[in-house]
Structures are given as C-alpha cells and as structure tokens.
Nanobody, 115 residues
Framework: VQLVESGGGLVQPGGSLRLSCAAS????????MSWYRQAPEKERELVAV????????TYADSVKGRFTISRDNVKKTVSLQMNSLKPEDTAVYYC?????????WGQGTQVTVSS
C-alpha cells in the first residue's frame, strides 16, 4: 500500500497550490479519502473529506470556500486545490485512505505560506 503526496512548497499569502496524492496497493475506489494537516506543535487536523464515489465532500470551517477536494478513481488520485492561502495554512499535509477499520497514510508534503 502506498500513498504518495506531491505539490507542496512555498507560496505567498493569497496564492494557490494544488496537492496530489497517488494511491496504489489497495482498492482505491472503495475508500473514503481525506486530507489532514499538522502544523508545528499542533495536533493533526482534518481538512477535507471525499466519499468513495466522489459524490459528497466535507471541509473544515477554516478552509471552506478556499479549498476543494476531488478524486479520480480511474487514475487513483485525490487532489486538494488550495486558493487564497493564509500563513495559518502552513503545515505538513497528509493524504489518508479509510475503509472501516483500515486506514492508510501518506508521508506528507510541506506547505509553507509566507511572504
């Protein structure tokens, strides 16, 4: 099982980034996919969730209207489009796959929002 995130980096406040997560080794289309983030000295928090077929999404209040989660069950990828980025969005972003009691994590990708 592998979840490999990419797309992180340094961006100025107000800018945009698109994170991607490539999945392999499990039945991707059956799993709920999520993005989490963890800032220094803070707990990991849920950012966005998308159901297995992609028909429903949920967002943390702090990112609503700015971030969009999407998935491609053919390519086995999940993405997070992040717009209007703020310094408080700085964190390591993790991809998560969950089905019942099974859960898989990626290694994370750093997002830094700074001028």
């Amino acid at each position: 099982v592998q979840l490999v995130e990419s797309g992180g980096g340094l961006v100025q406040p107000g800018g945009s980034l698109r994170l991607s997560c490539a999945a392999s080794g499990f039945t991707f289309r059956s799993y709920v996919m999520s993005w989490y983030r963890q800032a220094p000295e803070k707990e990991r928090e849920l950012v966005a969730v998308i159901t297995s077929a992609g028909g429903s999404t949920t967002y943390a209040d702090s990112v609503k209207g700015r971030f969009t989660i999407s998935r491609d069950n053919v390519k086995k990828t999940v993405s997070l489009q992040m717009n209007s980025l703020k310094p408080e969005d700085t964190a390591v972003y993790y991809c998560n796959a969950k089905l019942g009691s099974r859960a898989y994590w990626g290694q994370g990708t750093q997002v830094t929002v700074s001028s």
